[in-house]
């Protein structure tokens, strides 16, 4: 199981961008998203009316506090995969990262404490450039996924998209 830890959400400034982050992590395969910072409960809903509509295996909640949330995934025999531009090369790490059976996942905000790095099994880069959690966790995804996301169908869907060269058709 792949879950996503969110940390230093800011209810004003990241709305978007943390939306964001939980559509990829659905959309990408992962079971879970956990946002940690200020609580936000629109948000959290916002995530998991978009899986009720078109399916998955998929929830999203919040954490008052990131530090438990990371040490009850470790208890449970998660491995923690933190994505930051310092890290090693994902590609340098991902023939292991694919083995994993559970991994969690942690995307920062704007600043990211040392403990996060400390606690973390992998520190990961995607490019050693800054760019920005929505793109280092979509490429984390399909890497460990190995493409299979791009033609994934979604059996419980109440919505569906029948692809078109041109125009919109749901089904
Ligand atoms: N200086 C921050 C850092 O520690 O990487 C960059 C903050 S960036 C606005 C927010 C988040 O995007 C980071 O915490 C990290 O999870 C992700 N991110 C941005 N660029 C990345 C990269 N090249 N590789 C992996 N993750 C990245």
Redesign the pocket.
């Known amino acids: 199981m792949i879950a996503i830890l969110r940390i230093n959400h800011r209810s004003a400034r990241d709305k978007r961008i943390s939306t964001h982050i939980g559509l990829v992590a659905r959309a990408f395969l992962a079971e879970k998203i956990i946002y940690s910072g200020e609580h936000d409960e629109s948000l959290i809903d916002s995530v998991n009316k978009i899986k009720n509509e078109w399916g998955g295996k998929f929830s999203a909640e919040y954490s008052k506090d990131y530090k438990k949330t990371i040490t009850e995934y470790k208890n449970k025999g998660f491995k923690i995969a933190h994505?930051?531009?310092?890290?090693l090369p994902l590609e340098s790490r991902i023939n292991e990262i694919k083995k994993l059976k559970n991994l969690l996942i942690i995307?920062?905000?704007?600043k990211?404490p040392r403990d996060v790095y400390e606690k973390a099994d992998y520190n990961?880069?995607?490019?050693?450039?800054?760019?920005?959690?929505v793109s280092?966790l979509a490429i984390t995804l399909d890497r460990i996924a190995g493409g299979k996301e791009l033609s994934h169908d979604f059996k419980d869907a109440k919505k569906r998209i029948k692809p078109n060269a041109l125009g919109k058709t749901f089904y």
């Open positions: 994505l930051t531009m310092y890290g995307v920062g905000g704007e990211v990961l880069s995607i490019t050693a450039q800054p760019h920005s959690e280092a």
